[in-house]
């Protein structure tokens, strides 16, 4: 993260000295202004001290240049055509100076910021609260659909060196990474990629298709310059079970984020001996800094352009957006959030959180249950939960989440799509949020039964649905990380990093949450200066870096 001095000062607002909170009045600092609300200027006194007497405020304009040259307060032709002369050359003056003033307002220079060469303005823009600073979003441009070189260097069939076949495991997003990972590993070993197969998962439990959810006939033709992909396993390979089942069939000891070197080395052998292998498991089994910048604009390529979903889908999508839009009558920007605390994010998380103590009895038999390996007798667990929120490592509350809003200046009107699954303690764990943002909807909220029942089939059109209004968003709320909002925060920054997109410093934010001196001005004021860089604006990339939350370096270029 980039170092701010208003972000260090918010940070030391919470290490100043127990001896000045002590003797300060809580009191007084919650009767605070809040920094976002600016004081009414207060009004001149009836007397008109301050003010010209009245007389000099009401003389004729003419009267001024005339006080000002006597010599043509006369009423000669000569003296009038002289004043006027005086007048126009005042007025050209005074034009010519404005936009030189505006011209150089809006001219940015460049500056370089952690390395970056950046547009910067000379004078600051003033902030919104639905879009980035448009002179902070003008540097970098989309470029993962250019290809070096622009033409097909891919071999014929007959010459690849064989088939590979990956199970993309997990949920819908989990399952993009994979496919643009096993496109990246055909493309390293010059091999011919077999259609992903979509794993069902233990959680998920959905049986869907590649082609039940994306767009296959764009898939393969937007790579076919790249990759060979192929729908089915070839015809003459007979024994197809056995890809799925037997060992001899499947690449099993590639490391997690494995370098290109390792493929060549040690998977590639064994695809020129057998033909066809299976590579599972397949999650995460590519690096980002140890492989070819072109391997790593090619998966933005698949990312951003060649995986699309189906056609039906994005028509609903678009849809659900322009609900969001026109739900006041008139056209209106809109939030999504992405709430991350259902039951099974809550317990795998290890935090603690609000509730009573039958609630807490239950979740610790849960994580019993669920974690016996890293739950244990469970007496280490407290320490571990402050630890954890310390760190900023536990899921944002709805509560929480609506204070922080609120902290940013967004009103009580703000329209908010929330993309979530069942949240964890219902109707009363939401109340605080509905209460502060009563217009909060879901995609069942939005729609009528019947129209979200054909994507009823397949858990994962639901959630196709959820990206890609999260997606068209004007402002994107993550609460907890996942590849759900990693995903979504690259793709809007690939878009052009105007769209905001926020990530709350939890760690900062429990600082503040459990700071009991702290007046709401002082909290407001220290939200809003800590996430002035935490909307989705470029940022360099840096060793082992997430290429789905950042694409800058290898999928953009310079304007």
């Known amino acids: 993260m980039t170092y701010s001095p208003k972000r260090a000062m918010a940070e030391l607002r919470h290490s100043i000295a127990v001896g000045a ?53 006369d009423d000669s032709n000569s003296s009038r055509i002289s004043l006027f002369i005086v007048i126009v050359v005042v007025a050209v003056f005074g ?54 070189g622009g033409i097909s260097d891919l071999p014929p069939e007959n010459e690849t060196t064989g088939y590979i076949f990956i199970h993309a495991e997990g949920g819908l997003n989990q399952q993009r990474i994979a496919i643009c990972n096993a496109v990246a590993v055909a493309k390293i070993m010059n091999a011919t990629l077999i259609l992903p197969v979509l794993k069902q998962d233990q959680i998920w439990k959905d049986q869907t298709k590649f082609e039940d959810i994306f767009d296959v006939d764009h898939f393969i033709d937007y790579l076919k310059d ?45 695809i020129k001996e057998k033909k066809i292998m299976a590579l599972k498991p397949f999650v995460d089994r590519l690096g980002y800094d140890n492989v070819p910048q072109e391997i790593n604009r090619l998966r933005c390529r698949v990312n951003y352009h060649a995986l699309k979903f189906l056609p039906e889908i994005e028509e609903m999508a678009d849809l659900l957006a ?33 509730g009573t103590r039958e609630e807490k009895a239950l979740m610790a038999e849960y994580r019993h249950k669920e974690w ?22 536990c899921p944002l509350e709805p509560g929480e989440v609506a204070v922080i809003l609120r902290a940013m200046g967004y009103p009580k009107e703000t329209q908010i799509y929330v993309a979530s699954g069942q949240v964890y303690g219902g109707h009363n764990r939401m109340a605080p949020l509905r209460n502060m943002f009563p217009n909060l909807v879901t995609k069942e ?20 649905l959820d990206f890609l209004v999260c997606l068209k968003s004007d402002v994107f709320v993550m609460t907890h990380g996942g590849n759900f909002a990693k995903l979504i925060i690259g793709a809007r920054r690939y878009m052009g990093h105007r769209q905001k997109s926020i990530k709350p410093d939890k760690g900062l934010m429990s600082k503040s949450f459990g700071d009991p001196y702290m007046g709401w001005a002082t909290f407001a004021d220290d939200v809003v200066v800590t996430h002035e860089t935490r909307t989705g604006l470029p940022e360099a990339t840096f060793p082992n870096y997430d290429l789905w939350e950042n694409p800058l370096t290898p999928c953009m270029c310079k304007a």
């Open 21 to 73: 909170r002590a003797t300060s009045s809580p009191m007084k600092r919650d009767e605070d202004s809040s920094p976002l609300i600016f004081e009414t200027q207060p009004q001149d006194d009836d007397d008109g001290r301050g003010r010209p007497p009245h007389k000099d405020r009401d003389r004729p304009f003419l009267s001024h240049f005339q006080s000002i040259c006597p010599s043509i307060a």
């Open 445 to 464: 909220e939005l729609t009528a039964k019947q129209e979200l029942d054909k994507f009823r089939k397949h858990v994962t059109s639901l959630a196709a």
């Open 372 to 393: 016996p390996r890293r739950y244990k007798n469970g007496t280490h667990l407290w320490q571990l939960a402050l630890q954890k929120r310390k760190e900023g490592r």
């Open 95 to 148: 034009l010519v100076s404005i936009l030189a003033i505006v011209k150089r307002v809006n001219t940015p220079y460049l500056c370089k910021k952690d390395g970056i060469t950046l547009h910067c303005p000379l004078v600051k823009e003033s902030p919104s609260l639905w879009e980035n600073p448009y002179s902070a979003t003008t540097s970098w441009k989309p470029c993962a659909e250019r290809r070096l």
């Open 322 to 354: 322009s609900r969001m839009r026109n739900r006041t009558g008139g056209s209106n920007p809109y939030m999504a959030l992405h709430l991350r605390f259902e039951k099974g994010m809550v317990g795998l998380s290890f935090c603690d959180f609000v």
């Open 226 to 270: 790249d990759v060979r992909i192929v729908r089915d396993i070839p015809e003459w390979f007979t024994d197809k079970a056995e890809l799925f089942t037997s060992i001899r069939r499947t690449v099993k000891n590639i490391p997690k984020y494995a370098p290109a070197q390792f493929y060549i080395d040690n998977v590639l052998p064994r």
